[in-house]
């Protein structure tokens, strides 16, 4: 366990310096350790709601969340996410599935940012349409799907690079929360119970990764370098995963 909360701690600030919650890296390293697979979304949703609760905060603060753009994408990919977490899905389907996902995530985490002095492509326009299965994927698999958008937003320039790391907090945040919800009806009460007991060190460890890492994202570090470095992570650990299969 102590290795696990050393790797959760690094994770949430990598991914909290981008906007993320890490909930697909998290979920993948519970796999490969070995816990029962029907609690790890609730445990990686968890781990997500903790680190992108701080991260859309501080985003906010600092006056870098776009309202507009990043609700309407919210309110389009939530109730997908709910039924997503829903959904009934065999284990060897789930860590197939999370296994892709990460290294297609990862490898998007490689395509050209957004430019600070340049306006949104016309295909920008379609992210829209992208919201609602993105939201479905995160809530089946346990992650809060801003992995995936925010390439997106960025290959698009839907906006400038800070403002999509905000956006994609604040869509992970709500997604998060509506596949939690999904997964407890699917899941019931004990399933809560044996997360908890297990997770609590990992919570307390990403609490305090997710506050550093979104304070390198707002005033310090350029954000093209944390993007390449939790690119390869994601690919390595989805990559992993599907070699163990």
């Known amino acids: 366990m102590p290795a696990l909360v050393a790797a959760?701690?690094?994770?949430?600030?990598?991914?909290?310096?981008?906007?993320?919650?890490?909930?697909?890296?998290?979920?993948?390293?519970?796999?490969?350790?070995?816990?029962?697979?029907?609690?790890?979304?609730?445990?990686?949703?968890?781990?997500?709601?903790?680190?992108?609760?701080g991260g859309t905060v501080r985003f906010a603060r600092a006056g870098l969340v776009p309202w507009k753009g990043a609700l309407s994408l919210t309110v389009l990919a939530a109730p997908a996410a709910f039924v997503g977490g829903l959904l009934p899905i065999a284990e060897r389907q789930f860590l197939i599935l999370l296994g892709l996902s990460l290294m297609v995530a990862g490898a998007l985490l490689f395509l050209p940012t957004a430019k600070e002095d340049t306006g949104p492509t016309r295909l920008s326009r379609l992210i829209p349409v992208a919201a609602v299965p993105l939201g479905f994927l995160a809530g089946m698999v346990g992650i809060g799907g801003g992995i995936f958008l925010a390439p997106l937003l960025h290959l698009t320039r839907w906006n400038a690079a800070r403002q999509i790391a905000a956006t994609a907090s604040l869509f992970i945040l709500v997604n998060s929360?509506?596949?939690?919800?999904?997964?407890?009806?699917?899941?019931?009460?004990?399933?809560?119970?044996?997360?908890?007991?297990?997770?609590?060190?990992?919570?307390?460890?990403?609490?305090?990764?997710?506050?550093?890492?979104?304070?390198?994202?707002?005033?310090?570090?350029?954000?093209?370098?944390?993007?390449?470095?939790?690119?390869?992570?994601?690919?390595?650990?989805g990559a992993r995963l599907m070699h163990s299969l």
């Open 8 to 53: 959760f701690f690094f994770i949430a600030v990598f991914y909290a310096s981008v906007g993320f919650g890490g909930g697909s890296t998290y979920t993948a390293l519970l796999a490969l350790s070995g816990i029962d697979y029907r609690i790890l979304p609730l445990l990686a949703l968890a781990c997500n709601i903790v680190v992108v609760t």
């Open 177 to 237: 929360i509506a596949g939690l919800l999904g997964q407890l009806l699917k899941g019931g009460e004990t399933r809560l119970v044996t997360a908890v007991e297990t997770g609590l060190p990992l919570l307390i460890a990403v609490a305090i990764g997710g506050q550093i890492g979104s304070l390198l994202a707002v005033r310090y570090l350029p954000l093209r370098w944390i993007r390449i470095g939790t690119g390869a992570l994601t690919l390595y650990v």
